[in-house]
């Protein structure tokens, strides 16, 4: 196997803390327009279709960006653990951050299946010269297997929305524990944490 580039091996390195709030914002915008996007009203239909287009484009970028950071994860070695982590921890930690991952990509997935079983075309940042391309699995499909395909995928993404929102208060819950316990769990996920350790 190909060695990984130690870059620190205290702190997280720059392009990990990026990744990690960049994602982590959209992510959470995206789960608040998800709340939200349903109150536009029905009978608007192009402030809708926008709406909708902004969030699976989002959403498709979130994809791209994950992946990016799943190969890049691959590639460089994370930080050791925090010294007097418990093993439990440890665990319960590598847990959560791998149910992020397949989070951070299964979510998107199954949206990009949602459109791609819809009666309505999507357009990529709501630009109509930029149609959402569909997945080939369901192109066969007939009209009610469509639909029910359909609706069967957006009961998945909302409840990815629903797991995703309480792993995430389970991830916030955890840091904030061990930071108000002095430990440097923040600090080492902050852009200019490395340079202060040298
Ligand atoms: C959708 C939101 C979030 C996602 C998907 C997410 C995901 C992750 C992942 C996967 C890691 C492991 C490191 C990596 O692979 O890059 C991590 C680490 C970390 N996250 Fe988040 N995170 C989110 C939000 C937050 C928030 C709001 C906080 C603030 C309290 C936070 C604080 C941290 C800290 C401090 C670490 C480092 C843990 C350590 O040193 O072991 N994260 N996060
Ligand atoms: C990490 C990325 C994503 C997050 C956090 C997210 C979050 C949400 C949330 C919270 C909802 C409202 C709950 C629901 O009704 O299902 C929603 C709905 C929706 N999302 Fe996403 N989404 C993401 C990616 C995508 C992508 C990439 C697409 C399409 C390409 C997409 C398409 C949709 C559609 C069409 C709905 C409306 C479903 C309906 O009620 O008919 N989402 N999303």
């Known amino acids: 196997m190909a060695s990984k580039i130690i ?8 392009v990990a803390v990026w990744f990690h709030w960049g994602i ?9 327009a998800g709340v939200l996007m349903d109150n ?9 279709a926008m709406v909708y287009n902004w969030h699976k484009s989002v959403g498709l970028l979130i994809l791209v960006l994950s992946v990016a ?6 590639t460089h070695k994370a930080p050791a653990p925090l010294p007097g982590i418990k093993p439990w921890e ?11 991952y397949v989070f951070m990509i299964g979510m ?8 791609s079983t819809s009666r309505f075309p999507s357009f990529l940042f709501n630009w109509t010269k930029l149609p959402i391309p569909e997945m080939p699995f369901w192109k066969n499909l007939d009209k009610a297997a469509k639909t029910d395909a359909n609706d069967f995928f957006v009961e998945i993404h909302e409840l990815m929305a629903f797991a995703a929102i309480a792993l995430i208060l389970l991830h916030v819950f955890a840091a904030l524990k ?21």
């Not at 440890?90 to 992020?100: D, E, P, Q, S």
């Not at 998107?108 to 459109?115: C, D, F, K, N, R």
């Open 7 to 14: 870059t620190n091996n205290k702190s997280y390195n720059k």
């Open 108 to 115: 998107p997935l199954v949206g990009w299946a949602i459109t």
């Open 40 to 48: 536009t009203p029905k009978d608007n239909i192009s402030l809708r």
């Open 178 to 198: 061990h930071h108000k316990a002095g430990k440097e769990i923040l600090v080492r996920m902050m852009p200019n944490y490395s340079r202060k350790i040298g």
């Open 24 to 32: 982590g914002g959209l992510i959470i915008l995206l789960l608040v």
């Open 90 to 100: 440890k665990l319960a930690a590598k847990t959560v951050h791998a149910l992020f």
């Open 69 to 74: 950071r799943l190969l890049w994860k691959f």
